[in-house]
């Protein structure tokens, strides 16, 4: 699952975060840079092996009628072109899902559980951002859901190195196992001889 890799949290230009954020208040920079050429691996390897590909994603649109997905933020102008486009080297292929979310986490009033139970998903792999934010939340519901969650730590990101290292240690404490994207193909591989 590809969450939130979004232009608008990662910032057109690999620089440091205090960059990032005189062009959109919610990017990454560079760590969001990183963690994009991870996703990119992934997604290469979970095409390959036709395994399922959902994205989760902001949506702008809504932010008036439900409210923005922080408090205390001024939200990214919608009229902003490409804001809220995923990078083309980690966008979705015909036919891969992209469910619409609200609020930080990807099942709260989506059909993302429903979708992924439809498709014989038992097993969540979490990319994107932000680790502290709507990572966090959709790990926690995810594991709530009864979905073996695993996060790709080098495939997520946050806009503070401190904040990203803080949610991985207690996401794994509680309801995730976190792993590399190196990792999870290598386990991957092994379950598939």
């Not at 990032?20 to 996703?39: F, L, N, R, V």
């Not at 390897?45 to 001024?74: E, H, M, Q, W």
């Not at 926690?140 to 990101?157: I, K, M, Q, R």
Request: aromatic share 10%; net charge negative.
């Amino acid at each position: 699952m590809v969450v939130d890799a979004l232009w608008s949290f990662i910032g057109h230009k690999p620089v440091d975060v205090l960059e990032a954020i005189k062009e959109y208040p919610t990017a990454c920079g560079k760590p969001g840079w990183d963690g994009m050429d991870k996703i990119a691996i992934a997604l290469d390897y979970f095409r390959a092996a036709s395994l399922p590909i959902v994205y989760v994603c902001a949506d702008g649109s809504f932010s008036d009628l439900y409210g923005p997905t922080t408090r205390n933020r001024k939200p990214v102008s919608r009229q902003d072109d490409g804001a809220f486009e995923i990078p083309e080297v980690i966008a979705p292929l015909v036919g891969e899902p992209i469910v619409k979310k609200t609020k930080a986490s990807g099942f709260f009033r989506t059909p993302l559980d429903i979708l992924l139970r439809r498709i014989g998903v038992d097993t969540v792999l979490l990319s994107g951002c932000t680790t502290s934010g709507c990572i966090r939340a959709t790990a926690v519901d995810s594991h709530s859901l009864g979905f073996e969650t695993v996060l790709l730590e080098d495939a997520v990101w946050d806009r503070s190195w401190f904040s990203h290292a803080v949610s991985l240690f207690e996401l794994s404490m509680k309801y995730a196992s976190v792993v590399t994207v190196g990792d999870a193909i290598s386990q991957i591989e092994k379950f598939k001889h």
